[in-house]
């Protein structure tokens, strides 16, 4: 099992950056985790943003945010992070991270409690 916690959402203007993390406390290894971020606006679905694999050598981004986002992770901090540049108003949601065990797939069993991020233009 493992808790996730957000961090480093705020309000910014378009075309700024904001680096989000997410720490992880767990009993077994961070490593053996991928793990995924997603975010959900008012009045829409939530949507995957971007996704890392265990020693982070794999990531996927959803189109709408490749060559702005980037995720990384710190292993030995158990931390996952998500540098967003170039932000856009359209980027405005609540950010969470999802962590399952070995392969990043659709389904997350693990998830944070969110950070707000708010894009002003």
């Known amino acids: 099992q493992v808790q996730l916690v957000e961090s480093g959402g705020g309000l910014v203007q378009a075309g700024g950056s904001l680096r989000l993390s997410c720490a992880a406390s767990?009993?077994?290894?961070?490593?053996?985790?991928?793990v995924g971020w997603f975010r959900q606006a008012p009045g829409k679905e939530r949507e995957f943003v971007a996704a890392?694999?265990?020693?982070?050598?794999?990531?996927y981004y959803a189109d709408s945010v490749k060559g702005r986002f980037t995720i990384s992770r710190y292993n030995a901090k158990n931390t996952v992070y998500l540098q967003m540049d170039a932000l856009k108003p359209e980027d405005t949601a609540v950010y969470y991270c999802?962590?399952?065990?070995?392969?990043?797939?659709?389904?997350?069993?693990?998830w944070g409690q969110g950070t707000q991020v708010t894009v002003s233009s």
């Open positions: 767990t009993r077994t290894s961070f490593s053996i985790y991928a």
């Open positions: 890392i694999g265990l020693s982070g050598g794999i990531q």
């Open positions: 999802a962590a399952r065990p070995w392969k990043v797939a659709d389904t997350y069993d693990y």
